[in-house]
């Protein structure tokens, strides 16, 4: 076991080490470009040259990769070219709010759509299984930020439920409220990473109840309901563990257009943000620090899969 | 209300169906019969005859589109067709239980094994810590050794014939009156489905519970059951104590099937197996009369339009025909081939050895470790000769046939030489006449064959590609080849999936023949077909080899099949070849320790009964083979026999024992015989 | 079983597609939109920055059926006329990542070795980067304004995807006997891979492909929302939404709310085709 999650360790650095590689070069691939984009088209000669000067475009490509590696592990990610101040200052306290909005969202998505995946495969081939999966699948596709606009322009505006900002100004900075604030952005999230998760749910639960080991519990005399929850489940919850994970960086993904929406100052904001003015430091130390969540939640979802999994966890020995 | 004489299980009349795309279709028509407690009976039939849907009917366990259309079932007297939900629990728990194939997913992959069986103590109300000590009783009582570490283990870490000890032990936790066993053998190897067989006779002898078996393999059906049921197409044909019915059989699919199968004794130089005609009905075709009438040589237009009645044969013997006096004389049904040959060469050299397999060892590498499949196997294989490779799992005979077609690179060493030449080791450098020259047709012919491609495409491609025809020429060869082995013209633009087993395996022999082959490898070719389908294709091979002098290298787990279809042959264990030569002299001895407890563990069709030779513990795994000859922790011949300690230290080598006879043991020919006598 | 009864199975198969309502209801509100955008120009009632200035910020009547937006433009026209753009961007991408994804899916899948572990690696490391994030860092990069790279910058996107998928097909096909049977009359690799395992990975491409067009219909609509990926100016869904979102607070929601119709429409009906698929394939 213990090689297991050295070996999946190992893993994990590189493909870490491979998405700065790539995030470095789609950044970097026109030579002298992010000055120039930066600074734009008014810019004069010196003025690029001392941009380059500052952030160290001046050395050469191979140079600069492992200076911003080496900076990364020790926790320096670098300039913004945008506030000329450390990037972490605004990154940090962006991710902080992310965080809490990913969170809020999480509790809610995992449950309601495992439920909903159990629910349709117990519930196979009527009215409600076609409802939840056609339905499920079907709102996935349609973007986060028209869902979040629907929200809260139905939700929101015409009936004063929920409110449409996602941060709470005044007055009431206490956690609940918070959350209350969060619910409506977090449902936005919820309806676009509902369908899959449930879907592969489903499938799994189904192919669970149609097991030879199912029949043999049903045929040992249990009842059908004894033997979904002693069998069935635990077996069938394995792919749903692989697919939320899978889902991550949708969610991630998902932040940006409905922070913009809700107006909350977190990650998606300011990433978007330095997208417009080409704040490229901020931008390659986002999107880093966005894919290690990532791999972070892959690595934990392989651990925990090949726990439950007894069949990775114990080799054939005899 | 059950007395002594009350049976235990009762089919009256019953009859079922599954409702495929919105049709009813029957599945059972109208079954009679009964089991008294503590009786086998057996249930006997080809793919497609419903014994498996009787045997989950008896367990009142439907797939969700079946239903009970008719009859009753009655346990112990008592119908459970309407009872109600919880009482069938209650049933299942403590009167009736069920083994069948596949024990491996019979288990659940994520409870550990002594859980489970210990489940089934628990439903009846047992604290769980009690369960657990009468778990490992009942793994006792299966014969398993070291039952607690076996507790603790999962399902995909059991051998086959371990996890069905455990399937049987779970079965028999709650002392069933009623023990349902579908196919519990198949799939697992001779040895160990001896062994298992042997255990459930000896827990019938202890328990007194009544067993329902189902099998395709009518060998096992004597030699376990005191009564037997013969099903074709959903309908009881045949009925009667075992010993009446294998040796009157009185209707004429039952004399058919006991015909096709190649017994002990007969060879393919002397005898031709019979056939039945036409292939299994669907499951569901409706019939106005007898279910069996279209491939019947004696049915007449009566036989068509009606249904014919139950016919006391004598005493409880019962046969539903009309002619079934005149059934055990019936013609006999033997289809020719035509098969027009394209080869000059072949005939002419017969008794000169075409290939030469020398000192071929193979090692592969698995999850780091090394594991020698193939340990230097030298044979050789005569023009016009069938070669048969015979050996349980692991012990490599696909691994050769891989080797000698270069499909797989042998080790340093290992040289195959056909007709005097040195082939490359591996398959991109041989030249195309040497590659047509060697083909193989494989056991399973929905993965052998391009599900995508036509026919007549599949065998046109290899046509073209191993004679250089051009495509216009090489798609009227392929015409000539399939209808030469029965494929019908009407057929040849069709998809494999179209086509039966028998029909797609035909096809698979076709294409073989594209080259104009000298050497066919011919993997478990019939092993995935019913046994009617397998003697035609047998006698197809027959035929071929004694039209067109090709050899051919025959692997199978069959024995009687290669016994009959045979010249010389060749038993593998653990990647050696421990015995080699001709057929005659293999199967009647003297034998090695092996190939004796081989033989002895296959159940004869004739009921003869042959003295059980076992052999003790589990195969051992190729990555750790054991030190000495690799047969001898678990050789039977061992003890007793005066060569222990060389048995144990030195891998004996392969000698001529007798002219043309090999065998690999230290024990000299001579103590054999006296041994074995 | 006859022969005939195996060609009434096929047939009842075909027919059970046709007559799915799900891939019904989708085809037909595909075809709306197909239709759109190649008829757009003839159908729309007026150009897509002809400005009423009288009508500013109306809404929906019988002069507009779709109201204006706070420039005086008529919603109902730059709706149709934005059609085209989403459609041929979305088709062209889920083309090129199905080209270039099954290419590799293909060659990883049936090479495996050294190959298979790079691409396996490069697929890892861009699936552990959120798509929307990487299109806009490609686009912001490579001063993105243009459609076509837009298109690209997705069609490489989804390659990882697709990739995978195909290699799983392609794993278990290639240990079948036929590919066995086709190397033993001599044929080279081309052949293995394009005319032995190709068609029968085909089924599952062809429904990846539809599911990734929906996915590629949810990015691009997102991207130009988000002001990325698309010339100023043009009619396009996405920016229509980011132009005139801020007003649903003053209850002007028409120039909003079409937009985004058309945007859930078009993406559920290509969603709607792949889901019938997968039923009907069984995946």
Not at chain 1, 33 to 38: F, I, M, P, S
Not at chain 3, 208 to 213: A, D, S
Not at chain 3, 240 to 266: C, D, K, M, R, V
Request: charged share 20%; aromatic share 8%; glycine share 8%.
């Amino acid at each position: 076991m213990k090689q297991f999650i050295l070996k999946r360790l190992g893993l994990s650095v590189v493909t870490v080490f491979l998405v700065a590689v790539i995030v470095f070069f789609l950044t970097h691939i026109l030579p002298g470009n992010v000055a120039r984009q930066y600074l734009g088209r008014g810019a004069t000669e010196e003025d690029l040259a001392e941009f380059r000067r500052v952030f160290g475009l001046d050395r050469s490509l191979l140079a600069q990769l492992f200076g911003w590696i080496g900076d990364l592990l020790h926790g320096d990610l670098g300039q913004s070219m945008q506030y000329r101040g450390p990037v972490s200052d605004i990154l940090l306290p962006a991710i902080g709010y992310s965080s809490k909005l990913a969170g809020v969202a999480f509790f809610l998505i995992v449950p309601i759509s495992i439920a909903g995946g159990v629910i349709a495969a117990m519930n196979r081939g009527k009215k409600i299984d076609r409802a939840i999966t056609v339905g499920g699948l079907s709102a996935a596709v349609i973007p986060e930020f028209v869902w979040a606009i629907v929200l809260v322009l139905t939700v929101g505006v015409t009936f004063h439920i929920f409110p449409v900002s996602a941060f709470p100004d005044e007055g009431d900075r206490s956690l609940l409220n918070q959350i209350w604030y969060l619910i409506l952005p977090s449902i936005s999230l919820l309806l676009v990473l509902f369908g899959y998760i449930a879907r592969i749910t489903r499938a799994g639960v189904i192919e669970a109840l149609e097991s030879d080991y199912m029949r043999t519990a049903v045929l040992k005399g249990l009842t059908r309901r004894k033997a979904v929850s002693k069998h069935v489940l635990r077996n069938a919850l394995l792919p749903t563990i692989a697919v939320i994970a899978s889902q991550v960086p949708y969610l991630i993904g998902g932040l940006i257009a409905v922070e913009i929406v809700f107006n909350y100052p977190g990650f998606g904001t300011i990433l978007k943000g330095a997208v417009d003015a080409r704040d490229y430091s901020v931008l390659q130390s986002g999107v880093i620090i966005s894919s290690l969540v990532i791999v972070i939640f892959q690595l934990i979802a392989d651990i925990l899969f090949a726990v439950l999994n007894p069949r990775i966890r114990q080799k054939v020995s005899e | 209300m059950s007395t002594a004489n009350t049976p235990t299980l009762e089919l009256r009349n019953l009859e079922v169906a599954y409702t495929v795309r919105g049709i009813d279709r029957e599945v059972l028509r109208d079954i009679s019969l009964s089991i008294a407690p503590g009786e086998a009976y057996g249930l006997v039939g080809e793919s497609g005859c419903g014994k498996s849907t009787a045997a989950f009917a008896a367990m009142r366990y439907l797939p969700r589109n079946g239903k009970i259309t008719g009859g009753a079932i009655l346990f112990e007297g008592k119908n459970i067709v309407d009872m109600a939900d919880d009482e069938v629990s209650s049933l299942r728990r403590s009167a009736i239980s069920m083994v069948y194939q596949n024990p491996a997913t019979a288990l659940n992959p994520t409870i550990r094994v002594g859980d489970q069986v210990a489940e089934v103590f628990q439903l009846s109300g047992i604290s769980k810590s009690d369960s657990l000590e009468m778990a490992q009783a009942a793994l006792v009582q299966v014969q398993i050794a070291d039952p607690a570490q076996v507790m603790r283990r999962y399902a995909h870490q059991l051998s086959g014939g371990m996890a069905q000890r455990v399937v049987i032990a779970m079965a028999l936790a709650s002392n069933p009156r009623l023990l349902v066993m579908d196919e519990p053998t198949t799939g697992l190897d001779a040895t160990v489905e001896a062994e298992v067989l042997d255990l459930v006779r000896e827990l019938r002898r202890d328990t007194g519970t009544a067993v329902l078996f189902i099998s395709h393999n009518l060998g096992v059906i004597r030699h376990m059951c005191d009564r037997v049921g013969v099903l074709y197409a959903g309908a009881l044909v045949e009925q009667g104590a075992t010993a009446d019915l294998f040796n009157n059989p009185s209707h004429p699919y039952t004399v058919g099937l006991l015909r096709c199968i190649p017994r002990g004794g007969l060879h393919k130089s002397t005898d031709r197996l019979d056939t039945i005609p036409g292939t299994p009905p669907a499951l569901g075709t409706h019939f106005d009369g007898c279910v069996f009438a279209s491939r019947c040589s004696l049915a007449d237009d009566n036989c068509r339009t009606q249904l014919p009645q139950m016919v006391t044969i004598s005493g409880a013997h019962v046969a539903r025909c009309f002619h079934s006096d005149k059934a055990i004389s019936m013609p006999r049904s033997i289809e020719q081939t035509e098969f027009v040959s394209q080869s000059e060469i072949h005939a002419t050299h017969s008794g000169d050895t075409l290939l030469s397999i020398n000192h071929l060892s193979k090692i592969f590498t698995q999850d780091g470790h090394k594991v020698q499949v193939i340990n230097d196997v030298s044979l050789n294989l005569g023009f016009g000769e069938t070669l048969g490779l015979v050996g349980e799992s692991g012990s490599g005979k696909t691994t050769i046939a891989k080797l000698v077609l270069g499909l797989v690179s042998p080790e340093e060493g290992g040289v195959v030489t056909l007709d005097g030449k040195g082939l490359a080791k591996t398959l991109n450098r041989r030249d195309v006449h040497d590659v047509g020259s060697m083909q193989i047709v494989f056991q399973n012919p929905d993965q052998a064959l391009n599900r995508r491609h036509s026919v007549t495409r599949i065998v046109g491609r290899a046509v073209e590609r191993l004679r250089g025809f051009n495509v216009s020429d090489a798609i009227d060869r392929a015409h000539e080849l399939l209808s030469g082995m029965r494929v019908e013209a009407s057929l040849h633009s069709a998809r494999p999936v179209q086509l039966s087993g028998g029909l797609k395996q035909r096809v698979a022999i076709s294409r073989a023949f594209a080259g104009s082959p000298q050497i066919v490898v011919c993997d478990e070719p019939t092993s995935a077909l019913d046994v009617s389908v397998q003697a035609a294709i047998l006698n197809l091979l027959v035929d071929l080899q004694k039209q067109d002098g090709v050899s051919f290298i025959f692997i199978s787990h069959d024995l009687g099949v290669v016994r009959y279809i045979s010249d010389r042959i060749a038993v593998l264990y653990l990647g050696r070849v421990i015995e080699f030569g001709t057929s005659q002299r293999v199967f009647n001895g003297p034998f090695h320790p092996y190939t004796e407890a081989l033989l002895s563990s296959v159940p004869n069709i004739d009921g003869s009964i042959r003295k059980r030779i076992p052999l003790t513990g589990v195969v051992p795994s190729p990555s750790n083979p054991p030190s000495g000859c690799v047969l001898n922790p678990r050789c039977p011949r061992k003890a007793g026999s005066g060569y222990e300690t060389l048995c144990e230290t030195e891998e004996p080598n392969l000698t001529e024992v007798e002219p043309g006879h090999f065998m690999r043991c230290h024990i000299p020919v001579a103590k054999l015989k006296q041994l074995q006598s | 079983m006859s022969n005939e009864e195996r060609r009434t199975i096929r047939r009842e198969r075909m027919q059970l597609v046709v007559r799915n309502k799900t891939f019904l209801v989708g085809c037909s509100i595909l075809g709306f939109w197909l239709l759109l955008s190649i008829f757009g120009d003839l159908i729309a009632p007026r150009g897509a920055s002809d400005q009423d200035f009288e009508f500013v910020s109306v809404g929906p009547s019988f002069k507009y059926w779709f109201g204006t937006d706070a420039n005086g433009q008529d919603v109902l026209s730059r709706v149709i006329l934005g059609t085209r753009l989403i459609v041929v961007m979305a088709f062209s991408a889920t083309t090129l990542g199905t080209i270039v994804g099954t290419a590799i899916g293909l060659a990883s899948g049936y090479f495996k070795g050294k190959f298979d572990m790079i691409t396996m690696r490069l697929i890892e490391a861009i699936s552990a980067i959120p798509v929307l994030i990487i299109a806009l860092l490609a686009i912001a990069a490579l001063e993105g304004r243009s459609p076509t790279l837009t298109v690209i910058v997705i069609g490489f996107v989804f390659t990882p995807n697709i990739g995978r998928t195909v290699r799983a097909a392609v794993l278990g096909e290639a240990e079948l006997e036929y590919v066995a049977a086709a190397r033993l009359r001599t044929e080279r690799t081309p052949h293995i891979l394009f005319r032995e395992i190709l068609p029968n990975v085909l089924p599952p491409i062809i429904v990846e492909f539809t599911v990734r067009l929906g996915y590629a219909i949810f990015a691009i609509a997102t991207l130009s929302f988000l002001g990325a990926g698309v010339e100023y100016g043009s009619p396009n869904w996405g920016s229509q939404i980011a132009e005139n979102w801020g007003n649903i607070y003053s209850n002007i929601w028409w120039p909003t709310a079409f937009p985004a119709l058309a945007i859930a429409s078009l993406a559920v009906s290509v969603n709607l085709i792949s889901d019938s698929l997968l039923e009907v394939f069984e995946l």
